[in-house]
């Protein structure tokens, strides 16, 4: 049975669920499922990676969200921030109608969400952040390639923000960071989870 939520098309017996929860100050309404990753509420690792980034300094021109699952960190960036463009890729089908419908219904016009396995469609280059929650359940090979990919897709001085729980990985993710762009500042710890950043430099 593959219901895993990192696989392509969960086989799940639907179950959808409503809630509303506030992200970046703007309340938003999510439809989930079975076969998604957290699909009572938002996580609290989201939660702590978008609270990280709620400084003055964060003006996203184009964004990208890898592993956008039904949507949390995505449409909160792209509510908070119209003129910004967000890119939203998930491998799982499910996830992705799912962000989809939840970006209709809070009127959310500034996303383009389609399938991709990593960056396996990604083709844009021009990101000036980059940020995901990675499945650490399709292993380590599958979220250190989300890491160390990001460099190719962003522009120089873009920054790649991720969250990671100490005990899933925090510290080799962060050394993994270390050697493809060269830096790594953990910009906040909360309750085991790290949420780690790195800056394209060259």
């Known amino acids: 049975m593959t219901n895993y939520y990192y696989t392509k098309n969960p086989d799940v017996e639907h179950n959808e669920q409503n809630f509303n929860f506030t992200l970046l100050g703007n309340e938003l309404n999510f439809t989930t499922d079975n076969g998604v990753f957290s699909k009572r509420r938002v996580d609290f690792g989201s939660c702590v990676l978008l609270a990280a980034l709620d400084q003055p300094a964060f003006q996203p021109r184009k964004l990208l969200d890898v592993g956008c699952g039904y949507g949390p960190l995505g449409l909160a960036v792209a509510k908070k921030f119209p003129q910004s463009q967000v890119d939203m890729v998930d491998v799982n089908e499910l996830a992705l109608s799912l962000a989809t419908k939840n970006a209709a219904a809070n009127q959310i016009k500034n996303v383009n969400i389609w399938s991709s396995d990593q960056y396996q469609t990604v083709t844009a280059k021009d990101y000036d952040a980059i ?72």
């Open 131 to 202: 940020i995901t929650n990675p499945p650490i359940r399709a292993g380590k090979e599958v979220v250190h390639g989300i890491l160390s990919q990001a460099k190719d897709h962003l522009v120089v001085g873009g920054t790649l923000t991720a969250v990671l729980q100490k005990k899933q990985g925090a510290p080799s993710a962060k050394k993994k960071l270390e050697e493809v762009f060269g830096n790594c500042q953990v910009l906040k710890k909360d309750k085991g989870y790290f949420i780690l950043q790195s800056i394209k430099e060259v």
